[in-house]
């Protein structure tokens, strides 16, 4: 079993910076991916950001070239560095881990969320 608990959204204008992390406690047997997704009101969830065990990335379009997805090891977490952020980027933010449980089946677990808002 797995907990995940997001960190680091608010509020910042335009054009400005924000960093989430996501901290992983409990146990799996292994972890496939760790992805960012994100929901605003009236709109359908979506993926933002993924990182591979391997260190694979991949970012949705709208946020290529303004988010970096990251992650260390030792602190069992990943981070979502987000920059140049316009208010279509205002949504709650969400992480998720998706691997493999102890009797070989896939396993998805989901934080928290936490908000996000772009506005001046």
């Known amino acids: 079993q797995v907990q995940l608990v997001e960190s680091g959204g608010g509020w910042v204008q335009p054009g400005g910076s924000l960093r989430l992390s996501c901290a992983a406690s409990g146990s799996i047997f292994s972890i496939n991916a760790i992805s960012w997704y994100r929901q605003a009101p009236g709109k359908q969830r979506e993926l933002v950001a993924s990182?591979?065990?391997?260190?694979?990335?991949n970012y949705a379009d709208s946020v290529k070239g303004r988010f970096t997805i990251s992650r260390d090891n030792a602190k069992n977490t990943v981070y979502l560095q987000m920059n140049s952020l316009k208010p279509e980027d205002t949504a709650v933010y969400y992480c998720?881990?998706?691997?493999?449980?102890?009797?070989?089946?896939?396993?998805?677990?989901w934080g928290q969320g936490t908000q996000v808002t772009v506005s001046s």
């Open positions: 990182i591979t065990s391997g260190g694979s990335t």
């Open positions: 998720n881990l998706r691997g493999l449980g102890y009797v070989g089946i896939i396993d998805e677990y």
